[in-house]
């Protein structure tokens, strides 16, 4: 539902469809400084992304089983027209 934080199982699901949880991460939010060096695994991340929403790149739009992470203007329009 929109506006509830992603379960474990969501962000696991989107890091799966994306190629890994890496590109999940917004490694330009000020949490990720606090949690990058806690972090021994892939679980760990879907773990402290489950807890701190900040931690994840948006936006985010799954629509065919394709994904879209972050803004990309011309990424967008393309699935906009689809």
Known sequence: ???E?????EIRFLAELA??????LSKK???YKEYRDRAASPEDWIAFMAEEP???KRPIL???GQIL????????TAAVKR
């Open 5 to 9: 934080p992603l379960s474990t199982d």
């Open 62 to 64: 799954v629509e065919g």
């Open 1 to 3: 539902m929109i506006g």
């Open 29 to 31: 939010s000020p949490k």
């Open 19 to 24: 190629g890994g949880v890496e590109l999940l």
């Open 54 to 56: 900040r931690l994840i």
């Open 69 to 76: 992470i972050g803004f990309d203007q011309d990424a967008w």
